[in-house]
């Protein structure tokens, strides 16, 4: 499961930014997104905080859908919006 939250430090509290990754991983540079403003010229592998180099944590970790899942979802509402479509017509008929 792909999980999304704030990259927080342990330390200081700074939020260097956000991270996308599979749940209970290491949080590694893939995946992150440096918050606007954030010192990004280095950015450590594994993650630290940008502001004084502590430990991180993912704080407020919540599920993210998978691409393939959410382009699943689209295809499947446009398979209905076809189907009411045709629906539409048949009664107007
Ligand atoms: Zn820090």
């Given at each position: 499961m792909l999980v999304r939250g704030e990259v927080k430090c342990?330390?200081?509290?700074?939020?260097s930014g956000t991270w996308v990754g599979a749940a209970g991983t290491p949080l590694r540079r893939a995946g992150f997104t440096p918050s606007?403003?954030?010192?990004?010229?280095a950015i450590p592998d594994p993650l630290?905080?940008?502001?004084?180099?502590g430990p991180v944590y993912l704080e407020s970790a919540t599920p993210v859908l998978s691409s393939s899942r959410l382009q699943r979802i689209r295809q499947l509402r446009e398979q209905l919006d076809a189907l009411d479509l045709r629906r539409k017509r048949r009664s107007a008929a």
């Open positions: 342990l330390h200081c509290g700074y939020v606007p403003g954030a010192p990004a010229e630290r905080c940008l502001r004084c180099g």
